[in-house]
């Protein structure tokens, strides 16, 4: 389902599901975990050019951080600023380095059948409105739990977002933006990313 663009509200983005959100330069958005230990893939592209999105690596380079933070501004792959953080009510408990999900690190697990993915939901939800995209970009994964150890490692030792935590943004230009409840729903050794494999709804307002 799209929100047109400037409608406020409250909506609700089921289990596995995605939305997108229509913001004007200066509305802010908040995504809640109402129960806790989901990750929300996050997209955002320049409402007037699909081919600006929101890239992390570009954010973090500026920003000094791998998690984002209140007042960090989030920066497009040409370096224009999109989105500033407004408030981080999830305890900086987020990550900029996973890719989306897809098909293909379902099949890696051993799933032959489909299996809904972030990316699908994403490419599904721009398809709906008249976008056929071939990218997924780097998507802000918020309340995802990963961090890096001295060594270097990566690891994602468990979703412990608390019930009701959230993050607020405020876009700083036209901003189309693309929420995605991430199915992932397994829990391989060492490695999650939804609480307990659990996949639950998102809440979002727009205000
Ligand atoms: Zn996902």
């Known amino acids: 389902m799209n929100k047109q663009l400037g409608s406020e509200g409250k909506w609700t983005v089921r289990a596995k599901c995605a939305m997108s959100f229509d913001l004007i330069k200066g509305q802010k958005i908040r995504i809640i975990t109402p129960h806790g230990h989901q990750a929300a893939d996050f997209f ?54 996973l890719p989306a999900c897809d098909q293909f690190r379902y099949e890696g697990f051993g799933y032959k059948d489909p299996h809904g993915s972030c990316s699908e939901n994403l490419t599904n939800v721009m398809r709906r409105r008249g976008q056929e995209i071939t990218i997924i970009p780097q998507p802000v994964n918020f309340f995802t739990n990963t961090s890096i150890n001295p060594d270097g490692t990566l690891i994602a030792p468990g979703n412990i977002v608390k019930p ?11 901003t189309l933006c693309v929420i995605s409840s991430c199915p992932f729903d397994i829990r391989p050794e060492g490695w999650e990313i939804n609480g307990s494999g659990k996949v639950t709804d998102l809440e979002v307002e727009v205000f």
């Not at 009701?164 to 036209?174: C, M, P, R, T």
Request: charged share 20%.
């Open 164 to 174: 009701g935590s959230y993050v607020v943004l405020e876009a700083l230009i036209n």
């Open 44 to 97: 955002a592209y320049n409402l007037d050019s699909y081919e600006e999105w929101l890239s992390p690596m570009h954010t973090w380079i500026i920003t000094k951080s791998l998690v984002p933070r209140p007042n960090d501004i989030f920066l497009t792959r040409f370096r224009n600023p999109i989105l500033k953080m407004i408030e981080d009510g999830a305890e900086g408990i987020h990550d900029m380095l």
